[in-house]
């Protein structure tokens, strides 16, 4: 009985001192609350790039692979609501929207409904948006963070769309959706009336009093064996200083585009070279989520592309090299393997097992809203 006393005395103690704090106290308990920051995102696609592609940088690159470093690692499948075989209109829409759509479609619903977007949505909570590809800044995977349109192949539309979008920082190519246009519209004045710097000669330094456009060739830009240097990480380290000169947290989305064109060409060497790159950049973005740990890294593909493996090598007479592997692919399509998902930062737990691509949408949200 004497146990009991004291405990329901301690329990009263502990009550009344709760109680007891000052307005002072309480105002800064809320004041921890209310001021942690908002979770930066970072979301890269290695368009194309299945697990094969994944292991092609251990075994044909001189360091060892960023990939590495990630310790939360899923599966993702990758099927649209009209074919089993996905393309990257599609996949990025399911990305982008958290809801599957047929294939070529952008940013709609299997219903051609406008779908709104995670990088529209955390616009309007404040967030600062990027978007860097080296293809068209206008093809399927970057346009469907901001357009929607029934069909990929509606470039002009999409650049408008991006123009009316007011993404804040995109790098890419597409020229020629912007100027000498069908419609007759010239969308570069357009960009510098919406108060953005645009560059099309080189990757400069960003404005960070104004909105940032790097349009820097016609298409796409050249691919890595074509000499196209270190694009990406660059583009990469200037967004993040664009974003950081702001004060304000951001969502970016960045593309490694050919690692899917070296699987549809069938050339090994382009896709090896391109994911290399795509591991490099991951490595420039690891750094900065170490130093600044209110940040979410996910690294998917939305599809992998060639059917490919990474098999025994042979020598002229057909004679096996030991220390040697060659990577063989089965088609110059797109296939239906699960592909990985890599996820570092607050929330990457969220990201571990199989799922559905469209679910990582809900991830992405859930990290952010649980921030």
Known sequence: MKNIKKIIALSVISVTMS?????????????????????????MVGDGMGIPQVSSAFYFGEHTPNFKQFESIGLSRTSSTSHLITDSAAGATAFS????????????????????TILEQLK??????????????????PAAYYAHVEDRDMHEEIAKQLVEAEVDFFAGGGKKYFQNREDG?????????????????????????????????EEGLPSKTEGRGDFLAEAAINGFNYFEANKKPF???????????????????????????????????????????????????????????????????GKEIPQQVQVYFNTDQHSTELVPVFAKGQGEELFRGIYENNEIYHKLMQAINEN
Not at 260 to 267: E, F, N, S, T
Not at 276 to 301: R, S
Request: include cysteine; proline fraction near 2%.
């Open 19 to 43: 109680c007891g704090k000052t307005s002072e106290e309480k105002q800064n308990n809320t004041t921890e609350v209310t001021e942690k920051e908002p979770l930066n995102i970072i979301f």
């Open 97 to 116: 929207t958290g809801e599957k759509t047929y294939k070529r479609a952008i940013g709609v619903s299997s219903d051609t409904i406008a779908l709104p």
């Open 124 to 141: 309007e909570k404040g967030y600062q948006t990027g978007l860097i590809s080296l293809t068209s800044i206008t093809h399927a995977t």
């Open 185 to 217: 519209l010239h969308l570069y004045d357009s960009l510098k009336a919406k108060n953005y710097k645009l560059d099309t000669l080189e990757l400069s330094k960003p404005d960070t009093a104004r909105r940032n456009a790097y349009l820097l060739a």
């Open 251 to 317: 969502f970016m989305m960045i593309e490694g585009s050919y690692i899917d064109w070296g699987g549809h060409a069938k050339d090994d060497e382009m896709m090896i070279q391109e994911v290399l790159d795509f591991d490099k950049t991951i490595g420039v973005v690891l750094d900065f989520v170490k130093k600044h740990p209110n940040t979410l890294l996910v690294v998917t593909a939305d599809h992998e592309t060639g059917g490919v493996s990474i098999g025994k090598a042979y020598d002229e007479s």
